[in-house]
């Protein structure tokens, strides 16, 4: 609390510019908090013990009007805004949290900035009065503004996330449920994916060799492994067995925190080595490197999240159709289901435990309508004994007309 004022004189008439401020915390919660302050002046010739009577009288009704909102938010809970700092600062830097959310560092970041950009009408708001019809309005007004389906799915993940662990922390009261629940999002996309096909991708590495391109061996590796860009940059001749022919995956390199960490799923994978891969391997001179060494050259582009960049370029320049580097993934995927190796098995050897995401590849692959047309013939086909007959009256009608001349 605190109490100022000063004495001021114009025209003879004296007068005094004051201002009180105030404060009050709640008892259960320390973060929430209120404060109120007024200004203004007191006239009148006043001595310095009547000046601070009625500043204290002043002070009192301010403190009660911040007790008072305190108590109406320490019955609500914490406020939105204040939610959302508490879950950046005790949330998004714990991995054992982030375990918990089943959501990664990336990930979690992008939501914190879904969350601030999007949802500042909530700032205080509590969280705990935050209800569904709050968040049909949200997206409503992001539909009606232009916002892709895409990024309105994220923000309900990014707001689930955060209503996730503010429940499971106990401080929402009364809360059971994000106020998401119930509201269906689709986030597919119903434009044709980009892929290349199998001329398209032998006409990339055959332009990449010949040019000597600083990237071949990277998209070489990841067209032959289905590997993501962070397990590919990862990848060290430990993990290389060329007597049983396998490549053994549990590490991946994180970009954002220039870290290597486990793998996506926590889970460790093998992938097979084809002829054409050993034969790649081979010549790299894995036999002679320590073990310790990486495959794959850390291009300073790559270490800088540009791997995107650098093949939509490359492809642009060549004339096939412009990739990102995921899409060697896709590709990959997308040539086995085609060449007729079994989605669990293309499954297995990805790393993928979603099946509606494997849909996607079959989909791209085509192999589920694989002759689906087949059994439809519309044209006719004359029956032999017709078409002699036919034949044969052509031929009776020539000679009555050779006949006639």
């Not at 500043?55 to 305190?70: C, F, N, S």
């Not at 044709?192 to 001329?199: A, F, G, K």
């Not at 990841?222 to 590997?227: F, I, K, N, Q, S």
């Not at 979603?354 to 439809?376: F, K, W």
């Amino acid at each position: 609390m605190a109490i100022k004022w000063q004495t001021t004189e114009e025209n003879g008439k004296i007068s005094y510019l004051y201002q009180v401020c105030v404060k009050a915390r709640a008892r259960s919660d320390r973060s929430i908090q209120a404060q109120k302050s007024e200004a203004g002046v007191l006239t009148g010739v006043l001595s310095d013990n009547e000046i601070r009577k009625k500043l204290q009288r002043i002070e009192l009704r301010l403190y009660g009007d911040a007790r008072e909102e305190v108590a109406r938010r320490e019955g609500a809970g914490i406020l939105w805004i204040d939610l959302i700092q508490r879950w950046e600062t005790e949330a998004l830097g714990d991995p054992l949290v982030l375990e918990f959310l089943n959501v990664g560092q990336k990930s979690a970041k992008g939501y914190l900035q879904s969350i601030r950009d999007h949802t500042d009408g909530w700032a205080k708001k509590a969280a705990s009065e935050i209800n569904a019809a709050d968040f049909e309005m949200l997206i409503l007004s992001m539909r009606k503004t232009g916002y892709a389906e895409a990024t309105i799915y994220n923000l309900k993940s990014a707001i689930n996330c955060c209503f996730k662990w503010a429940i499971k922390m106990r401080m929402l009261r009364g809360v059971s449920v994000s106020p998401t629940y119930g509201c269906t999002i689709s986030r597919k996309n119903s434009r044709r994916p980009e892929v290349l096909n199998y001329s398209q991708i032998c006409h990339l590495l055959e332009q990449a060799k010949e040019q000597k391109h600083p990237w071949y061996s990277i998209w070489k590796l990841a067209l032959h492994t289905g590997l993501r860009s962070g397990e590919a940059y990862a990848l060290r001749v430990r993990d290389i067995d060329l007597e049983e022919k396998r490549i053994m995956l549990d590490t991946k390199y994180n970009f954002d925190s220039r870290r290597e960490e486990p793998l996506k799923d926590h889970e460790w994978r093998q992938v097979p080595i084809n002829e054409e891969l050993y034969a790649f391997f081979v010549s790299l001179g894995i036999r002679s490197k320590r073990p310790e060494e990486y495959i794959l050259p850390h291009i300073t582009a790559w270490k800088n999240g540009e791997a995107a960049r650098i093949i939509r370029a490359f492809c642009e320049e060549i004339g096939v159709t412009s990739i990102c580097f995921h899409t060697l993934r896709a590709c990959w995927a997308t040539q086995l289901l085609k060449n007729g190796v079994a989605q669990a098995t293309v499954m297995i050897m990805g790393g993928w435990a979603d099946l509606e995401t494997m849909q996607v590849y079959l989909r791209r692959a085509g192999v589920e309508i694989e002759g689906g047309t087949d059994s439809l013939k519309f044209e006719r086909k004359e029956r032999p004994g017709r078409v002699l007959k036919f034949v044969a009256r052509a031929n009776e009608k020539y000679l009555e007309n050779e006949a006639g001349f």
